[in-house]
């Protein structure tokens, strides 16, 4: 192995309900680190603000979706509804819920074989995600994924998945996260 790449493991956590990255010389799990993103996002978390938390994360994954298949318009669709009316919780649990396998082999192989549209599609899901926080979050770090993926035309490589933190010196990663908070700050500001 490369000096400085992580062979990761992709472990499906079923009691959080989402993948999570174990390194695969250490065993141990791979953290993510708050960034300035993270850190609005949470902020916008404690003062209440779901809506916002949900237009954002509908905002990257509009970014990043320019062909829409049909379950990725349907899940856009409602993300979107909750944006601008009531949509009960358990009704984007369930299509969450229903989506889950598709979500874990587009996570476990799409993105191991460098697919832009595994990014593409998790993001898009996220945006129903019950808890808007977590949503939010992981939509924002596929958003960055496949910014990195996008930056790296002629061949793939396992760096973009080496960390999950903006703090890459990637100008890709650097210019996606800057975008994402410049987004932030404008919703805020509405």
């Known amino acids: 192995m490369k000096k400085g790449h992580r062979n990761l493991i992709y472990v499906y956590d079923a009691d959080r309900r989402k993948i999570i990255m174990i390194d695969g010389e250490t ?3 791979v953290h993510e680190e708050d960034d300035k993103v993270t850190a609005l996002l949470k902020y916008l978390h404690k003062q209440g603000k779901t809506r916002l938390l949900r237009k954002f994360a509908v905002w990257c994954a509009r970014q990043i979706n320019t062909d829409l298949k049909p379950i990725q318009k349907k899940i856009l669709d409602l993300a979107e509804k909750a944006i601008y009316t009531d949509v009960r919780t358990e009704e984007l649990a369930e299509l969450y819920h229903e989506t889950e396998g598709t ?3 587009a996570d476990t192989v799409g993105l191991r074989r460098g697919a832009k549209s595994a990014p593409a599609y998790l993001a ?6 019950p808890d808007a926080l977590e949503g939010a979050i992981q939509t924002a770090r596929f958003h960055r994924l496949w910014n990195e993926m996008q930056e790296q ?3 793939w490589s396992d ?3 080496k960390e999950i933190k903006a703090s890459s010196n990637k100008d890709a990663l650097r210019e996606g996260t800057e975008r994402q908070t410049d987004q932030l700050l404008d919703l805020m500001n509405e």
Do not use: H, P, T, Y
Request: charged share 40%; with cysteine; hydrophobic share 40%.
């Open 159 to 161: 760096k973009a998945l």
């Open 124 to 129: 898009a899901r996220e945006c129903i995600n």
């Open 27 to 29: 065993g141990e799990r």
């Open 153 to 155: 035309e002629e061949g």
């Open 103 to 105: 979500a874990v082999a």
